[in-house]
Nanobody, 115 residues
Framework: QVQLVESGGGLVQPGGSLTLSCAAS????????MSWYRQAPGKERELVAT????????NYADSIKGRFTISRDNAKKSVYLQMNSLKPEDTAVYYC????????WGQGTQVTVSS
């Protein structure tokens, strides 16, 4: 059974930091590209960051470039999103995504940036 379980969300003040984690099971994690998406209330889901299967290639949305860092640990079957200098507009549900021949989604974790 495929599972992607996100954790690490919460409430943070503007300018603060959070690290999201996504633990994978049920598929060959090391062969899948991994991504983080987010969806704010009333908006479409958007791609935040992607990391290639071996971790060498990373791509970021312009809105978060320079503030967020995606990383992965294939031995731990996990992907991470380090988020710094958070802004209120980063408030959203953040989803972990795995893609190769199939696409898998996690259940999401809420990030709220507010004073």
């Amino acid at each position: 059974q495929v599972q992607l379980v996100e954790s690490g969300g919460g409430l943070v003040q503007p300018g603060g930091s959070l690290t999201l984690s996504c633990a994978a099971s049920g598929f060959t994690f090391s062969t899948y590209a991994m991504s983080w998406y987010r969806q704010a209330p009333g908006k479409e889901r958007e791609l935040v960051a992607t990391i290639a299967s071996a971790g060498g290639i990373r791509n970021y949305a312009d809105s978060i470039k320079g503030r967020f860092t995606i990383s992965r640990d294939n031995a731990k079957k996990s992907v991470y999103l380090q988020m710094n200098s958070l802004k209120p507009e980063d408030t959203a549900v953040y989803y972990c995504n795995a893609k190769r021949w199939a696409t898998y989604w996690g259940q999401g974790t809420q990030v709220t940036v507010s004073s």
